[in-house]
């Protein structure tokens, strides 16, 4: 068990390394969703009609 546990610390910390999750700047990612997310409803709507 201990091995597993060990995996998924080195697969969480090579996750932060080359992929920069601590970088994400939560404001903009929520000003993005505020901005786009209507539009986007609108055209799924516009398909789904």
Do not use: I
């Amino acid at each position: 068990m201990g091995y597993c546990a060990d995996l998924d610390r080195q697969h969480f910390a090579a996750n932060q390394l080359l992929h920069g999750y601590l970088s994400v700047d939560l404001d903009v990612v929520w000003d993005v969703v505020q901005a786009e997310l209507p539009l986007l409803v609108t055209q799924l709507d516009g398909l789904l009609a």
